[in-house]
């Protein structure tokens, strides 16, 4: 009989005390749990930002031949779209797979909270980055497009006043080699940027018979 009410009284106990100090909690609990969600998020996108913004909007987001992006004032759903369709016309090119880019829509959010809480968080310090998943046997056109189209132009022609035409024309006084080492070098005080951190040699060489051999 004693222990009945003993027993009754731990679940008297448990029922009074310890669910309301459980619920009480939930919610510092489920913050913490966004929180996490968060940075994690903000790492991913800074992650993705230094492989492939910074060249165009600077190292900390303050702006190059794209405007500063850290504490911009565009909406999360703006910032999206801009990044997933690119400005037409532009060097701002689609980054999303919808449209012939590399990104996943799971990039593409992350690389907006990442933006959105730049809070002095320096890219250019996050780990080396994984290029965007470019499958291994990706076609040398594709890779053009998502990588190089942004300032050489979709059709290899050039852009003004940001690449130079790369066809078989335009490049007819440059070895292989010397080709194949401004992809991998990049050209200093230009913004020719260095691949050699971001493609494979085969892709390089996919590249190079690509825009040195191949009319467009
Ligand atoms: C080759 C250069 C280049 C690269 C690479 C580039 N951008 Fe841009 N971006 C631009 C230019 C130029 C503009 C301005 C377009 C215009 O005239 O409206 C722009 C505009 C934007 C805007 C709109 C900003 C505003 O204030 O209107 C956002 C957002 C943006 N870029 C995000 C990104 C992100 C994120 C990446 C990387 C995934 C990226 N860009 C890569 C050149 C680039
Ligand atoms: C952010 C802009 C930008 C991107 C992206 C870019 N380039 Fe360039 N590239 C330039 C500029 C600017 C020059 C001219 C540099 C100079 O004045 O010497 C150049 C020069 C070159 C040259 C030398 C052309 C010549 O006639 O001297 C080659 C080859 C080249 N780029 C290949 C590529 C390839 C391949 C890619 C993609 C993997 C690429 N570039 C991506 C801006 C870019």
Known sequence: MQQKIIIGFVLTLIIVVFIPVYWAMEPARQEA????QRDEAVARGAELFSANCAVCHGAQGEGNIGPALKGTRLSENTLKKTIAR??????????????????HPQNLSDLVTFIKNWDGATPSSA???EPPATPAAVSADKLFANTCAACHGVNREGISGLGPALTPGSLAGLSDDEIRNTILNGRSATVMPAFKNRLSPEEIDALLRLIKYTAP
Not at 33 to 36: D, G, S
Not at 87 to 103: H, L, R, Y
């Open 127 to 129: 780990p080396p980055a």
């Open 86 to 103: 690119g400005v037409p016309g532009t060097a701002m090119a689609a980054w999303s797979k919808e449209d012939a880019g590399p990104f």
């Open 33 to 36: 749990a966004l929180n996490r």
